[in-house]
């Protein structure tokens, strides 16, 4: 079974440009959630899916960052203008049910703004 | 509010060592789901167990076991006879059943397994 796939692996971008993020979740998988994890911290979720529904979008700074899930599968995140403060991994997981059920995590993009 | 408290930063042992990792976490819900996920260098974090808050039972999986004490609201995970390959961060994290249920993670303790 193949796992979370995200692209790119590493972005590097200078501030105010914008950047995009691709997720494809374990197929039939219907929950969805991107994570931000900074340098020596924990995860911290930005938003979380339900099929092409958002049930959790209270830690997403909306005036930059925007996610959707047109389709119920693949999701893209995107960050425009982007900061300095952006710079972290993007992590994208899915689980078949809701949280509390295990996720299982994508290998994560590495943005570096600068 | 819930909190997940990894004070270990980073351990370093020697290979075939034993190492407890410690988990403290806060939360005022009376059911909750508490979690470990292992994030080795390629950067993908790799479940490892979840326990809900009405099962207190200790489990063990090969080398790997969980020590659950609601009394104290711990969650430590311990590492038997451990190898090189187990170096990597450890992540313990509280799901609560209100609100969206979402993953609630600590700082992560870095292992680092000396051969």
């Known amino acids: 079974e193949a796992g979370v796939a995200q692209s790119p692996r590493y972005k590097i971008i200078e501030k105010r440009q914008s950047v995009a993020f691709w997720c494809n979740p374990i197929s039939g998988h219907a929950t969805l959630y991107w994570y931000q994890q900074i340098l020596g911290q924990g995860p911290k979720l930005l938003i979380q899916?339900?099929?092409?529904?958002?049930?959790?979008d209270s830690q997403l700074p909306k005036d930059r960052f925007s996610a959707e899930r047109l389709k119920g599968v693949d999701s893209t995140l995107k960050i425009q203008p982007a900061k300095l403060e952006d710079s972290a991994v993007y992590l994208c997981a899915s689980s078949e049910h809701g949280s509390p059920y295990e996720q299982y995590f994508g290998p994560g993009t590495r943005l570096t703004v600068t | 509010a819930q909190k997940v408290t990894q004070a270990q930063t980073e351990i370093s042992v020697v290979e075939k060592e034993d190492v407890t990792l410690d988990c403290v976490y806060e939360?005022?819900?009376?059911?909750?789901?508490l979690f470990w996920y292992k994030q080795p260098p390629s950067g993908e974090l790799v479940f490892l167990i979840r326990r809900n808050s009405f099962d207190e039972q200790n489990e063990i999986s090969g080398r790997y076991s969980w020590n659950f004490q609601k009394s104290t609201s711990s969650f430590n995970f311990t590492i038997t006879a451990s190898q090189v390959v187990d170096s990597a961060v450890y992540f313990c994290?509280?799901?609560?059943?209100?609100?969206?249920?979402?993953?609630?993670f600590g700082t992560g303790t870095r292992l680092t397994v000396i051969p």
């Open positions: 899916f339900q099929n092409n529904g958002v049930v959790d």
């Open positions: 994290a509280l799901s609560e059943l209100t609100g969206a249920n979402n993953l609630f």
């Open positions: 939360t005022r819900d009376t059911t909750y789901y």
